[in-house]
């Protein structure tokens, strides 16, 4: 008897040493898994990545076709963007817009706003068909129908792409953003044209 309680003494400190050169390599390995997937996670693409540079999205009357058929923007998820229509012939607009943006004619031009990344803190902001604004959910930061800011906490209107038109086509460079108009910016002046998205 007593020569069995001497041995599970001597036992004891082989035990605890395994078990802290276990713990030791777990944690080393918890570690390493860690740092792999994040850097995996850093890696692997967000939606609104998939595009990069200049790109062709399309026929430019066509695309305007649809804008006005739908009463709203087109939205390309792979590159984060929203296509929308601006009128070159309002003065303010052709002032703050005109040098950066695609112009078709005397009448209609087009743009690409960033509509993944909301100025304030980065929520996506959806477009809300009744108000014909763009409206974000998480923080009430609504914008007109040219991403100019009209109210909530965001510093300023969205922030967009130049763009231009080449042979009918409409084209953005997704690697040249513009910061957004300022809070003052209000070329279009538009009121809400219905109920609110993020209020109901
Ligand atoms: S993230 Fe859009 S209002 Fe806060």
């Not at 109210?151 to 957004?180: C, H, K, M």
């Amino acid at each position: 008897m007593a020569e069995q309680s001497k041995r599970r003494l001597e036992l004891k400190p082989v035990e605890r040493r395994t078990f802290l050169r276990y713990s030791l390599i777990g944690s080393v390995g918890a570690g390493l898994g860690g740092f792999g997937l994040a850097s995996l996670g850093f890696l692997w693409p967000r939606p609104g990545d998939e595009l990069a540079g200049e790109v062709d999205l399309g026929d430019a009357m066509e695309l305007i076709e649809e804008i006005e058929e739908e009463r709203a923007p087109i939205r390309i998820p792979e590159g984060g963007i929203s296509i929308l229509m601006w009128e070159p012939s309002l003065e303010a607009a052709m002032r703050n817009y005109g040098d950066d943006h695609a112009v078709v004619n005397d009448d209609i031009g087009l743009m690409a706003v960033n509509s993944q990344s909301c100025p304030h803190l980065g929520c996506g902001v959806p477009w809300c068909q009744t108000s014909q604004w763009f409206e974000c959910p998480c923080h009430g930061s609504r914008y007109n129908r040219y991403g100019e800011w009209t109210g909530g906490p965001a510093p300023r209107g969205l922030d967009r792409y130049v763009s231009f038109i080449d042979d009918g086509r409409f084209v953005v460079n997704l690697s040249e953003e513009l910061t957004g108009p300022a809070r003052t910016a209000n070329a279009l002046e538009q009121s809400p044209e219905g109920p609110s998205c993020v209020d109901a």
